[in-house]
């Protein structure tokens, strides 16, 4: 040796390779479920996202007539339901989020845990790195950094979207089957500040997530049970018709129950971000599996709950059950005005003094009601409501084409599906004129929905079928009211 000092490059290098060698090693056994806690963290956070925002949307058009029919103007369809198609996009597209941000985040997860284990441009750097730092560790700090958006987003989601599709499982529950689209768009345009109020309330619920203590495993069973109790409340007062007290019971029950869900998650994902097992988090779903979890899960909560709470609980609610009537959606002014009746066939007869009339309605399956009707002596009829549809409500537009089919009259016949309301001047059917359309904006007051018949003849029974086809949306109020023939 010339020199007193040896050159260090050729065992910093043998020293990088060997921190390398460990640190692959280390990769490839750590465990999956870390992967699945980021990658699962990584997606809720981006469902929330587009749910919020799609429900910001939603509540844009429910509070602005004018946004809802502008927004209206642009999707196709003769009448589009603005406010439920919003309700229907959150769910679709934070689905859609939830997917693609999982494929995005294996990736980004896969490239960032292969960069930790390549070798960088600074010998000296890549030794301090790999000396201090392990893939388990990187993982596990990149999950963390995820905890606090992944709880308080779903919070604020659930509070703008499920609140809206809680009145759709009402409407649901309320006709035995699908609701009526019309229905529910009216409810959700005559609930539009409290489903604000709920929102607001959630955003604030998202504020207090950010804050560790309310992220302990200890809040989800009180939550779950204030959720349980605000729901089982506000179906009391839903049926009893106290429209304040149930939204609020309803905002209260929704908030809580995503603060216990979002909890009651969290704490299984810190348990499994502990686990020390390479083979943890890569178990296939099976449904032998899904059994075991489930009664895992059940012998959990058995030892939280005592059977003197079962019991309370179940008396409350059947206390709640046999209190009320059958669930009821006139819990707005625009379901009190619109009530659904049963999809059959009825007989109704109309008083006439000296003679009696035939009435016959039945609902198609295009949407369309038909009526069967018997003049006699040439007096007229007049129906009082458009199969449930009975008021016009303020603020709304009624579009109602009423067509005249298997007809034996001698002449010609008045028809307004607006009676008393000199607004609209009635039109002939008859003859050639076989179908007329309807417009009319109730702006400055509630207006009475129905058919007035008024025949030209004074002798004679003469049978006839209407079809008549009403639909409701937002009306333009600084534009003046039109009747179209």
Same mark, same amino acid.
């Given at each position: 040796?010339?020199?007193?000092?040896?050159?260090?490059?050729?065992?910093?290098?043998?020293?990088?390779?060997?921190? &390398?060698?460990?640190?692959?090693?280390? &990769?490839? *056994?750590?465990?999956?479920?870390?992967?699945?806690?980021?990658?699962?963290? #990584?997606?809720?956070?981006?469902?929330? *996202?587009?749910?919020?925002?799609?429900?910001?949307?939603?509540?844009?058009? =429910?509070?602005?007539?004018?946004?809802?029919? !502008?927004? =209206?103007?642009?999707?196709?369809?003769?009448?589009?339901?603005?406010?439920?198609?919003?309700?229907? #996009?959150?769910?679709?597209?934070?689905?859609?989020?939830?997917?693609?941000?999982?494929?995005?985040?294996?990736?980004? !997860?896969?490239?960032?845990?292969?960069?930790?284990?390549?070798?960088?441009?600074? +010998?000296?750097?890549?030794?301090?790195?790999?000396?201090?730092?392990?893939?388990?560790?990187?993982?596990?700090?990149?999950?963390?950094? &995820?905890? /606090?958006?992944?709880?308080? +987003?779903?919070?604020?989601? =659930?509070?703008?979207?499920?609140?809206?599709?809680?009145?759709?499982?009402?409407?649901?529950?309320?006709?035995?089957?699908?609701?009526?689209?019309?229905?529910?768009?009216?409810?959700?345009?005559?609930?539009?500040?409290?489903?604000?109020?709920?929102?607001?309330?959630?955003?604030?619920?998202?504020?207090?997530?950010?804050?560790?203590?309310?992220?302990?495993?200890? /809040?989800?069973?009180?939550?779950?049970?204030?959720?349980?109790?605000?729901?089982?409340? #506000?179906?009391?007062? +839903?049926?009893?018709?106290?429209?304040?007290?149930?939204?609020?019971?309803?905002?209260?029950?929704?908030?809580?129950?995503?603060?216990?869900?979002?909890?009651?998650?969290?704490?299984?994902?810190?348990?499994?971000?502990?686990?020390?097992?390479?083979?943890?988090?890569?178990?296939? !779903?099976?449904?032998?599996?899904?059994?075991?979890?489930?009664?895992?899960? &059940?012998?959990?909560?058995?030892?939280? $709950?005592?059977?003197?709470? /079962?019991?309370?609980?179940?008396?409350?609610?059947?206390?709640?059950?046999?209190?009320?009537?059958?669930?009821?959606?006139?819990?707005?002014?625009?379901?009190?005005?619109?009530?659904?009746?049963?999809?059959?066939?009825?007989?109704?007869?109309?008083?006439?003094?000296?003679?009696?009339?035939?009435?016959?309605?039945?609902?198609? #399956?295009?949407?369309?009601?038909?009526?069967?009707?018997?003049?006699?002596?040439?007096?007229?009829?007049?129906?009082?409501?458009?199969?449930?549809?009975?008021?016009?409500?303020?603020?709304?537009?009624?579009?109602? *084409?009423?067509?005249?089919?298997?007809?034996?009259?001698?002449?010609?016949?008045?028809?307004?599906?607006?009676?008393?309301?000199?607004? $609209?001047?009635?039109?002939? +059917?008859?003859?050639?004129?076989?179908?007329?359309?309807? /417009?009319?904006?109730?702006?400055?007051?509630?207006?009475?929905?129905?058919?007035?018949?008024?025949?030209?003849?004074?002798?004679?029974?003469?049978?006839?079928? !209407?079809?008549?086809?009403?639909?409701?949306?937002?009306?333009?109020?600084?534009?003046?009211?039109?009747?179209?023939?």
């Amino acid at each position: 040796m010339s020199e007193i000092f040896r050159d260090r490059t050729e065992g910093a290098m043998a020293r990088r390779q060997d921190l &390398l060698r460990k640190r692959r090693d280390e &990769l490839v *056994t750590m465990p999956h479920a870390i992967r699945r806690v980021v990658v699962a963290r #990584a997606a809720r956070a981006a469902a929330s *996202t587009a749910a919020i925002i799609c429900g910001t949307a939603m509540l844009a058009v =429910a509070l602005s007539p004018k946004l809802g029919a !502008f927004v =209206a103007s642009g999707l196709p369809g003769i009448n589009p339901a603005v406010i439920s198609t919003g309700v229907g #996009a959150a769910w679709v597209l934070a689905l859609v989020a939830f997917a693609i941000s999982r494929g995005r985040s294996e990736h980004r !997860f896969a490239v960032a845990m292969s960069a930790h284990v390549l070798p960088g441009q600074d +010998l000296d750097h890549d030794i301090e790195r790999l000396s201090h730092e392990h893939p388990d560790e990187v993982a596990r700090e990149m999950a963390h950094r &995820l905890e /606090v958006r992944s709880a308080a +987003l779903p919070v604020a989601a =659930a509070a703008f979207v499920l609140p809206a599709t809680l009145v759709y499982l009402a409407h649901a529950l309320s006709v035995g089957g699908w609701p009526s689209t019309a229905e529910y768009e009216m409810n959700l345009a005559w609930a539009g500040k409290p489903l604000l109020v709920c929102a607001l309330a959630g955003i604030v619920a998202a504020i207090v997530m950010t804050r560790p203590a309310a992220r302990r495993e200890g /809040v989800t069973m009180t939550a779950a049970i204030v959720s349980v109790l605000a729901g089982a409340l #506000a179906t009391g007062t +839903l049926v009893q018709r106290e429209v304040e007290m149930t939204w609020l019971l309803t905002a209260l029950s929704v908030i809580t129950g995503a603060i216990a869900a979002v909890t009651w998650r969290l704490a299984r994902e810190r348990k499994a971000l502990e686990i020390d097992d390479p083979a943890a988090g890569s178990e296939l !779903f099976t449904l032998r599996g899904l059994w075991q979890s489930t009664r895992t899960l &059940l012998s959990g909560m058995r030892r939280h $709950v005592s059977t003197r709470m /079962v019991v309370g609980i179940g008396a409350f609610a059947l206390l709640l059950v046999c209190a009320g009537d059958r669930m009821a959606l006139g819990t707005t002014k625009a379901t009190a005005s619109a009530s659904i009746r049963p999809q059959t066939v009825q007989t109704v007869p109309l008083e006439i003094p000296g003679k009696t009339s035939l009435l016959k309605w039945t609902a198609t #399956a295009d949407g369309r009601i038909r009526y069967d009707v018997r003049f006699v002596d040439g007096k007229p009829i007049t129906l009082t409501d458009l199969h449930g549809f009975q008021v016009l409500p303020k603020g709304w537009r009624a579009r109602v *084409t009423v067509s005249l089919v298997d007809s034996a009259i001698p002449g010609m016949l008045a028809v307004s599906p607006f009676p008393g309301n000199t607004a $609209v001047v009635p039109l002939s +059917l008859g003859y050639d004129s076989l179908d007329h359309r309807f /417009v009319f904006s109730a702006c400055d007051e509630e207006a009475d929905l129905g058919l007035s018949l008024v025949p030209n003849w004074a002798t004679g029974t003469y049978d006839a079928s !209407f079809l008549v086809e009403p639909t409701l949306e937002l009306a333009h109020c600084d534009v003046e009211p039109a009747q179209l023939q």
